[in-house]
């Protein structure tokens, strides 16, 4: 619901200051209910990944943060 209650200000906002404004919503949980995590690992090692690879794709997977960037700043 937080989502919900800025974008709501975002409108508002750019209605008070009549200025133009995209708003562009991604669902990332989405897509990532939908992978087999265990299959993906399985299929890495089956092509012959190493190790560390495999570690780095979890890694990456796993432990990411998501940054916007707003007129050239990470937000």
Excluded: H, Q, T
Excluded at 10 to 15: P, T
Excluded at 33 to 54: N, P, T
Aim: glycine fraction near 6%; charged fraction near 25%; hydrophobic fraction near 50%.
């Amino acid at each position: 619901m937080d989502g919900v209650g800025a974008v709501n200000e975002i409108i508002d906002l750019s209605r008070k200051s009549k200025k133009e404004c995209l708003i562009f919503k991604v669902d990332f949980e989405k897509a990532y209910d939908l992978v087999s995590w265990s299959f993906l690992d399985y299929m890495l090692r089956r092509l012959s990944f190493r190790v560390i690879w495999r570690s780095w794709i979890r890694a990456y997977v796993f432990s990411g943060s998501l940054f916007v960037l707003v007129n050239g700043s990470p937000m």
